[in-house]
Nanobody
Framework: QVQLVESGGGLVQAGGSLRLSCAKS????????MGWFRQAPGKEREFVAA????????DYADSVKGRFTISRDNAKNTVHLQMNSLKPEDTAVYYC?????????????????WGQGTQVTVSS
């Protein structure tokens, strides 16, 4: 069994920064590729960023490239999402997810485990 717990969400002004963290417990963390997704009210869940199990490969949605950075610390069983230059359209519930698939994965249904989500609100 794998449990994922997100933290670090909150309210920030446009142009500001937040750092989300996801703590994983259960099976060996380094065997899972990790991803961040988000869901805004009335919209479908969308891919934000993903990182391979080794941390050597990353992928980002076009909407966040150059602003967000995903990283992981396998020794601490955590994955982070550094979000800079935040925009009001980044407002959403952000979810951490884990997948046993190889490489980086931007497809939500490929992920096996999900956290409960953390709210990010960016005011204009």
């Amino acid at each position: 069994q794998v449990q994922l717990v997100e933290s670090g969400g909150g309210l920030v002004q446009a142009g500001g920064s937040l750092r989300l963290s996801c703590a994983k417990s259960g099976r060996t963390f380094s065997r899972y590729a990790m991803g961040w997704f988000r869901q805004a009210p009335g919209k479908e869940r969308e891919f934000v960023a993903a990182i391979s199990w080794s941390g050597g490969s990353m992928d980002y949605a076009d909407s966040v490239k150059g602003r967000f950075t995903i990283s992981r610390d396998n020794a601490k069983n955590t994955v982070h999402l550094q979000m800079n230059s935040l925009k009001p359209e980044d407002t959403a519930v952000y979810y951490c997810a884990a997948t046993s698939s190889v490489g980086v994965n931007s497809v939500a249904y490929e992920y096996d485990y999900w956290g409960q989500g953390t709210q990010v609100t960016v005011s204009s």
